[in-house]
């Protein structure tokens, strides 16, 4: 019991903080009374990169994206930079299927949210390994369908994409 209260802490310290914009409540996590009534706080989340600068958004069209949308978040970043797990969860994938993700790692958080890291030039987690929020779980590259060295995360709930930017905070 004492130990997963040590690890509790470690993580805690370790994790990323999430950087907010002066004078923007971004990144924060709201007081219960701004939760509402009959609301429950959702596990946490934290930043994969950092402050990187987010490059493309979720939703933005373009030719060069898969239906024409982008279904992630694209974040600027040199290849070799580390990528840290944006939750705990389990690791459902981590690999390459020879498609236009490259390098990359699948993860369900333990919310449910699957999120998957894109890309990457290296991989450090390992298939059904535990998730930990802030571990390293590889770095940044430019494998699969790219023009160049940039971290990709997409979001899947239900089986539904959704906006990672709604779970991970900036």
């Not at 994969?48 to 239906?67: H, L």
Request: glycine content about 14%.
């Amino acid at each position: 019991m004492a130990a997963c209260a040590v690890v509790a802490a470690i993580v805690a310290v370790s994790a990323p903080m999430a950087h907010a914009e002066p004078g923007s409540d971004r990144g924060q996590s709201p007081s219960r009374s701004q939760r509402g009534a009959g609301q429950m706080p959702g596990p946490a989340f934290g930043h994969p990169m950092g402050s990187r600068p987010i490059t493309a958004v979720y939703g933005e069209r373009g030719p060069w994206w898969y239906q024409g949308r982008h279904d992630g978040i694209d974040y600027d970043a040199e290849t070799g930079e580390l990528v840290m797990h944006a939750c705990s969860g389990t690791v459902q994938f981590a690999g390459n299927r020879g498609n236009w993700r490259g390098n990359h790692v699948l993860v369900k958080c333990d919310s449910g949210l699957k999120l998957t890291y894109a890309h990457l030039s290296s991989i450090k987690a390992k298939d059904g390994e535990v998730a930990v929020l802030g571990a390293v779980l590889g770095a940044v590259g430019s494998s699969g369908n790219v023009t160049g060295s940039h971290l990709h995360v997409s979001a899947e709930m239900d089986g539904n994409p959704v906006d990672p930017a709604k779970y991970i905070p900036r």
